[in-house]
Antibody, heavy 122, light 107 residues
């Protein structure tokens, strides 16, 4: 099973851009049976899917966040990234990266990173 | 968006009890339903996929059932390590959506 690890700043100023990277190990990000996603969880609250990227660069975003989100992939580094613009206090959350198994009729997040808490404050 | 509603939001139970958590989708999602377990400070862990298939390595006391709009997660005999929060998620349509969670607490 692949392992995923989020990295990036844990503190972002209001109105600035949040940038996180997920490094994949134990498998190739270019796998045709995987999508790579970001999910977030505000403190004490539930889970919200942000979006997914395929190794080819194809992306799927949550419409509620789409205007502020960009997810990209770097196959040479086995990494994918999240860019979230114009952050506010409402964006404070633990951000998880995850692998979505897309083999056959599979379509679920079966491997997750440990998560990274992002705080928004000046 | 497909809305996912879990019940109850909280359940108190004892070791050895049988517990059932329900999840209802706002529209037909066939069997495109997964269940996660999450412990404090940890990432969600996949328990059940395709509504009723047990993920590799997950104890057989966990089971899932249902199709269409109504689903259940059952833990047949609670163990101390099962006290956690459980989430359902629909995997049929974008945007993927989660239930609000069910916190399983020790009685």
């Amino acid at each position: 099973q692949v392992q995923l690890q989020e990295s990036g700043p844990g503190l972002v100023k209001p109105s600035e851009t949040l940038s996180l990277t997920c490094t994949v190990s134990g498998g190739s990000i270019s796998s045709t049976s995987s999508y790579w996603g970001w999910i977030r969880q505000p403190p004490g609250k539930g889970l919200e899917w942000i979006g997914d990227v395929y190794y080819s660069g194809n992306t799927y975003y949550n419409p509620s966040l789409q205007s502020r989100v960009t997810i990209s992939v770097d196959t040479s580094k086995n990494q994918f990234s999240l860019r979230f613009t114009s952050v506010t206090a409402a964006d404070v959350a633990v951000y998880f990266c995850a692998r979505r198994d897309n083999r056959g009729r599979n379509n679920w997040f079966d491997s997750w990173g440990q998560g990274i808490l992002v705080t928004v404050s000046s | 968006d497909i809305q996912m509603t879990q019940s109850p939001s909280y359940v108190s139970a004892s070791v050895g009890d049988r517990v059932t958590i329900t999840c209802r989708a706002s529209q037909d999602i066939s069997s495109w339903l997964v269940w996660f377990q999450q412990k404090p400070g940890r990432a969600p862990k996949l328990l059940i996929y395709a509504a009723s298939s047990l993920q590799s390595g997950v104890p057989s006391r966990f089971s899932g059932s249902g199709s269409g709009t109504d689903f259940t997660l059952t833990i047949s005999s609670l163990q101390p390590e099962d006290f956690a929060t459980y989430y359902c998620q629909q995997a049929k349509n974008f945007p993927y959506t989660f239930g609000q969670g069910t916190k399983l607490q020790i009685k």
